[in-house]
């Protein structure tokens, strides 16, 4: 998959001040850090997620610029040099009289702008599809690229949904689709995940959809409706690449797990030390071995008595070992976003056993030992929104 | 004709000098604006043709009333000045 397998690994940052690169330094020893931060572009301006694309080695910057709307960049130098691409976009909003119809037949208002508020997921399609990319957005569209990013077209088919506009937003105004898994089986089948909107797949590259978050079930919301697929909050979904029918999901109200291709889902309970928080990352080979980054509660979004922790599972959920040395041990007020943490998946046969932590307060770690131990580097960076190899 | 002016701030990220632009309306002279620069556009704009919610334009000194159709009328001699509103953080 790796087109560059020559060249050094790096670890971009897309943060809200710029994007940030670390490089890990050759030869260093074992006493030091061998990571180090290298570069940066956008400089003042929002990086709302990065996208190195494992199969041609092009990278790509979704920029959320406060005053004149979401850019897309790309790179073919690893980030040396950019060049702005074709942002997705909405076509116009359906007639007044339209919307009035249909919410006097459904009773449920499309409250969605149509218009594009930030790229949120950006992913490379499959290794047989060059050049197809999809982007995930608030306000809850799906986007695919089949030139690069040259130009986009939304996903209609999830967009036209009449569920979609019982969506509803969770941390923002509007939903966000922040979590596209395409099958490395076949690139046809895809997972989205949305907050708040479920988890939704298709079978034929975007044509149809259904949802796919049976057994999820959300405590927010009134009786009735606490197990309604659609309501759910699932703050990001993963994929294992060796076992595709292997999803984990950290869901606002917990943790869950599918075994059969995200047809149904199973709770993990009383996870340590709580089972709140938003990051969830699952090792490319072994489907049983997953890492998150909790925090106390929906209402304290901060570390468990002050304290960073990555719990790690090997026996998908059953026990999990609470992994610290490294990551801070008092008076920590880091929240791990749902993009900030992050297995190495690049190369042939990639291990799991590095994998990057980033914090909203500007803190940075990665471990080279499946989480065993964190070298930290840096705590002085902007709120990083997500963190991806390359 | 009108003139249209846009703010420093926008020159780090687009050239889009100040220049002499036809129409009577403010949506008439910014497509004319984006007929030669389109990709100035989705600075401006939104995906349904409405004046970004942290811009703001000036019509002799009047800020633009009409955001989303953009139909403020636009005098001949007009200096029209595109501002981003001072938010952020």
């Given at each position: 998959?790796?087109?560059?397998?020559?060249?050094?690994?790096?670890?971009?940052?897309?943060?809200?001040?710029?994007?940030?690169?670390?490089?890990?330094?050759?030869?260093?020893?074992?006493?030091?850090t061998?990571w180090?931060?290298?570069?940066?572009?956008?400089?003042?301006?929002?990086?709302?997620?990065?996208?190195?694309?494992?199969?041609?080695?092009?990278?790509?910057?979704?920029?959320?610029?406060?005053?004149?709307?979401?850019?897309?960049?790309?790179?073919?130098?690893?980030?040396?040099?950019?060049?702005?691409?074709?942002?997705?976009?909405?076509?116009?909003?359906?007639?007044?009289?339209?919307?009035?119809?249909?919410?006097?037949?459904?009773?449920?208002?499309?409250?969605?702008?149509?218009?594009?508020?930030?790229?949120?997921?950006?992913?490379?399609?499959?290794?047989?599809?060059?050049?197809?990319?999809?982007?995930?957005?608030?306000?809850?569209?799906?986007?695919?690229?089949?030139?690069?990013?040259?130009?986009?077209?939304?996903?209609?088919?999830?967009?036209?949904?009449?569920?979609?506009?019982?969506?509803?937003?969770?941390?923002?105004?509007?939903?966000?689709?922040?979590?596209?898994?395409?099958?490395?089986?076949?690139?046809?089948?895809?997972?989205?995940?949305?907050?708040?909107?479920?988890?939704?797949?298709?079978?034929?590259?975007?044509?149809?959809?259904?949802?796919?978050?049976?057994?999820?079930?959300?405590?927010?919301?009134?009786?009735?409706?606490?197990?309604?697929?659609?309501?759910?909050?699932?703050?990001?979904?993963?994929?294992?690449?060796?076992?595709?029918?292997?999803?984990?999901?950290?869901?606002?109200?917990?943790?869950?797990?599918?075994?059969?291709?995200?047809?149904?889902?199973?709770?993990?309970?009383?996870?340590?030390?709580?089972?709140?928080?938003?990051?969830?990352?699952?090792?490319?080979?072994?489907?049983?071995?997953?890492?998150?980054?909790?925090?106390?509660?929906?209402?304290?979004?901060?570390?468990?008595?002050?304290?960073?922790?990555?719990?790690?599972?090997?026996?998908?959920?059953?026990?999990?070992?609470?992994?610290?040395?490294g990551?801070?041990?008092?008076?920590?007020?880091?929240?791990?976003?749902?993009?900030?943490?992050?297995?190495?998946?690049?190369?042939?046969?990639?291990?799991?056993?590095?994998?990057?932590?980033?914090?909203?307060?500007?803190?940075?770690w990665i471990t080279?030992?499946?989480?065993?131990c964190w070298h930290e580097i840096?705590?002085?960076?902007?709120?990083?929104?997500?963190?991806?190899?390359? | 004709?009108?003139?249209?002016?846009?703010?420093?701030?926008?020159?780090?990220?687009?050239?889009?000098?100040?220049?002499?632009?036809?129409?009577?309306?403010?949506?008439?002279?910014?497509?004319?604006?984006?007929?030669?620069?389109?990709?100035?556009?989705?600075?401006?704009?939104?995906?349904?043709?409405?004046?970004?919610?942290?811009?703001?334009?000036?019509?002799?000194?009047?800020?633009?009333?009409?955001?989303?159709?953009?139909?403020?009328?636009?005098?001949?001699?007009?200096?029209?000045?595109?501002?981003?509103?001072?938010?952020?953080?």
């Amino acid at each position: 998959m790796a087109p560059t397998p020559h060249l050094a690994p790096r670890l971009y940052i897309a943060t809200r001040k710029g994007l940030l690169t670390a490089e890990r330094k050759p030869g260093a020893g074992s006493a030091v850090t061998p990571w180090v931060l290298t570069g940066a572009s956008f400089l003042g301006d929002e990086v709302s997620t990065i996208l190195p694309d494992p199969r041609d080695g092009n990278l790509y910057a979704a920029l959320r610029l406060g005053h004149y709307g979401v850019k897309l960049h790309r790179s073919t130098d690893r980030g040396t040099t950019w060049t702005e691409c074709a942002t997705p976009g909405y076509p116009p909003r359906p007639a007044a009289a339209d919307t009035r119809r249909r919410r006097a037949r459904q009773g449920d208002p499309d409250e969605s702008p149509w218009t594009l508020l930030q790229i949120w997921s950006l992913e490379a399609g499959g290794p047989d599809e060059p050049g197809v990319l999809w982007a995930g957005d608030l306000p809850g569209g799906l986007h695919r690229s089949d030139d690069g990013g040259e130009s986009w077209e939304l996903c209609r088919g999830l967009w036209d949904r009449p569920e979609r506009t019982e969506w509803f937003g969770g941390g923002y105004k509007h939903p966000g689709l922040h979590s596209i898994c395409v099958d490395p089986r076949d690139a046809r089948r895809l997972k989205v995940a949305v907050s708040c909107g479920g988890i939704w797949a298709t079978d034929d590259g975007g044509e149809s959809w259904r949802l796919s978050a049976h057994g999820m079930h959300a405590p927010y919301m009134p009786p009735r409706l606490r197990d309604e697929p659609n309501v759910q909050d699932p703050h990001r979904l993963v994929q294992c690449l060796s076992e595709p029918e292997v999803f984990w999901c950290q869901h606002h109200s917990g943790l869950y797990r599918s075994t059969d291709g995200a047809v149904t889902w199973q709770e993990i309970e009383d996870a340590p030390p709580s089972s709140f928080g938003f990051a969830m990352a699952v090792h490319p080979r072994d489907p049983d071995v997953a890492w998150r980054v909790p925090a106390t509660s929906d209402a304290c979004r901060l570390p468990v008595d002050g304290r960073v922790v990555v719990p790690r599972t090997r026996d998908g959920g059953a026990s999990w070992t609470l992994l610290s040395e490294g990551l801070p041990r008092r008076h920590a007020y880091h929240l791990t976003l749902r993009h900030a943490l992050e297995v190495d998946t690049t190369g042939e046969s990639p291990t799991g056993d590095r994998l990057a932590l980033a914090s909203n307060i500007g803190g940075l770690w990665i471990t080279e030992d499946g989480g065993e131990c964190w070298h930290e580097i840096s705590r002085d960076l902007p709120p990083i929104n997500a963190v991806r190899f390359g | 004709m009108p003139t249209i002016h846009f703010t420093p701030h926008l020159q780090r990220h687009i050239d889009s000098p100040p220049r002499e632009v036809e129409g009577d309306t403010v949506g008439e002279v910014l497509g004319s604006v984006f007929g030669d620069n389109p990709r100035l556009r989705s600075y401006l704009l939104d995906d349904q043709g409405r004046l970004r919610e942290h811009l703001s334009i000036f019509v002799d000194g009047d800020a633009v009333s009409d955001r989303e159709g953009l139909s403020d009328p636009v005098p001949g001699t007009a200096e029209i000045y595109v501002l981003q509103a001072l938010s952020g953080g």
